[in-house]
């Protein structure tokens, strides 16, 4: 009988080896090494993970949070004090957990505010991040009762500044990661310099257990799922590391604070920036933070209370319907995650040790090399390696708020760049056409890749009829008034047109043409006078700013 046949039906069992066969099979001729991601902070991502892939089998990464969940900390945004205090109830009203303070943009306090502000910290946690040892905000602590000062929990690092006595629950020794991961900082690098930082700062105390006791740290999360998942597990086991070099056998309780990251905000296609935050956030999440702050997604530009609500949203989505608050290291026990964690634990170890050998944490600031992370980065997404959606691909030509937040003070993103140059094009009345040669099918992937690769640089390019050879389109050309032109043809047709073209109209306005070609074959069309070359794998960014500078005959703006 049939049900009897699928009782006693068993299933084979395929080990490694065939499935890399089957793998190699479906790829074409590519070989496997093709499917191995090499990542910026030099680790190979394997296809595939399995029991064999930890260093020891069976082993996992025991460094689990002290308790499941963790608390939202949403930041507020006002011009004055009064405003920040009933915006910040609202905010606990619907859901939020602490009081998020950032200094960047001092705000004006008024005594009673900074009464409400004391009587909300007896119940809230508290967060304070770039804030000046005179930002009038700080006097909310002397205003709290000595009797009270034991309720008040939080994390607050600011410089030269000594918190009141009393208040014996504040964490204030702190690594902040927040500058050197927008300065281009790799997962590796980030822990390697949190290590190095605290370092630092126990070096300056008497007792080790006095300042472990009050140190905490402060995490940008990454869009890179995975890896930013592996770096906040790998801290935890890096803290127990540095600790027991201390002689300390059972270290004290590390929180660590994630903010989502900006590097991958842009100001184009803002909603995006959404989806950045919810990758981000979930990732703190799986990671094991103890605290996180997402950012609007229109932060840049200046928050609104709807992108305030949708931030504050993102992470009761993910406590209420994932129920991931219920579990403690949710991704404990995944063969790529565990490998993961232990490759950056490794590497991060060792380059720690290699920061202390050569001059500590303020030496390795100034050594360059982070400089160096934040310009392979800018060139990956330049040339397409790293795609910020809705900015170096799958660009929209929609109406683009282009102004800054002067609430906000960073550098480092990534989209800087193609913003530029999209804000240059925004009022322009250049005219720029595909020229279409054959068939549709014909000339179609071509012309989509380049209307995809002008709208990141913020041009708007319109297809022409489609012609069957150079005359058609130069007698079309003869009624037309236009600045930019470029042919978008199968290579053979091109080669057939392109030199008619050239000859015909490349006096009047700019040529370009899609696609690469045989060098000497380049250098003549160049040479008759072709202005160059769109293709894949192109620094967008420097093509567009010659585009720019040919169009306009001006250097776009530094």
Not at 435 to 457: C, H, I
Not at 497 to 524: P, R, T
């Amino acid at each position: 009988m049939t049900i009897h046949n699928m009782q006693t039906t068993t299933f084979d069992k395929i080990g490694f080896e065939k499935w890399k066969e089957i793998a190699v099979q479906s790829l074409k001729g590519k070989t496997f090494d093709s499917l191995i991601t090499k990542t910026i902070e030099g680790i190979d991502l394997q296809p595939l993970y399995t029991q064999e892939s930890l260093k020891k089998p069976g082993q996992t990464n025991h460094a689990e949070k002290k308790e499941a969940g963790w608390v939202i900390a949403q930041q507020s945004y006002a011009e004055n004090g009064k405003q920040f205090v009933a915006d910040l109830i609202n905010s606990i009203e619907r859901g939020n957990e602490a009081i998020v303070y950032d200094g960047t943009k001092p705000l004006q306090w008024e005594d009673s505010s900074l009464a409400e502000i004391g009587q909300l910290m007896t119940k809230y946690p508290v967060f304070i991040t770039n804030t000046a040892q005179n930002d009038s905000f700080l006097n909310v602590f002397s205003g709290i009762s000595e009797t009270e000062r034991s309720l008040v929990n939080g994390a607050i690092s600011v410089p030269d500044w000594a918190l009141p006595e009393g208040f014996t629950n504040i964490r204030t020794t702190g690594a902040d990661m927040w500058k050197v991961h927008h300065n281009g900082a790799d997962a590796v690098t980030e822990l390697a310099l949190t290590l190095a930082q605290a370092a630092d700062s126990a070096s300056k105390v008497a007792d080790f257990s006095d300042f472990e006791k009050d140190f905490f740290v402060r995490l940008a999360v990454d869009t890179h799922f995975f890896m930013e998942i592996s770096k906040f597990r790998a801290f935890r086991i890096l803290w127990q590391a540095f600790c027991s070099a201390y002689s300390v056998q059972e270290a004290s309780y590390v929180p660590i604070i994630a903010t989502t990251s900006l590097r991958s905000y842009s100001k184009l296609d803002p909603y995006v920036n959404v989806l950045r935050a919810g990758n981000e956030t979930f990732a703190a999440v799986l990671g094991g933070a103890d605290v996180i702050t997402v950012h609007p997604h229109n932060i840049i530009t200046g928050p609104t209370t709807s992108a305030v609500r949708l931030a504050r949203n993102i992470q009761l989505v993910i406590k209420e319907e994932t129920h991931a608050d219920k579990v403690i290291d949710p991704s404990g026990g995944s063969y790529f995650i565990e490998t993961l964690t232990s490759e950056l634990v490794e590497k991060a170890w060792g380059l720690f040790l290699e920061i202390e050998s050569t001059g500590g944490y303020e030496a390795f600031l100034t050594s360059g090399r982070l400089e160096m992370l934040l310009e392979k980065r800018r060139e990956e997404v330049a040339k397409g390696k790293q795609s910020l959606i809705g900015t170096n691909v799958y660009a929209e030509l929609t109406d683009t708020d282009f102004t800054d937040w002067d609430g906000l003070q960073l550098d480092g993103r990534l989209a800087e760049p193609f913003e530029k140059l999209a804000a240059q094009r925004k009022n322009d009345e250049i005219r720029t056409v595909l020229l279409t040669f054959g068939e549709l099918k014909d000339f179609k992937p071509r012309a989509d890749f380049v209307s995809g690769f002008l709208a990141t640089g913020g041009m708007h390019a319109e297809w022409s009829p489609m012609f069957s050879d150079a005359q058609q389109a130069l007698h079309w050309l003869t009624d037309e008034n236009l600045d930019y032109a470029i042919v978008c043809a199968t290579p053979s047709l091109t080669e057939n047109v392109l030199e008619q073209l050239i000859e015909g109209c490349s006096h009047k306005f700019m040529l370009d043409v899609a696609g690469k070609y045989d060098d000497a074959l380049c250098q003549k069309w160049l040479h008759a006078g072709l202005n160059g070359f769109i293709f894949a794998g192109q620094d967008k960014v420097g093509k567009m700013m010659a585009i720019n500078e040919k169009l306009k005959g001006g250097a776009m703006d530094e």
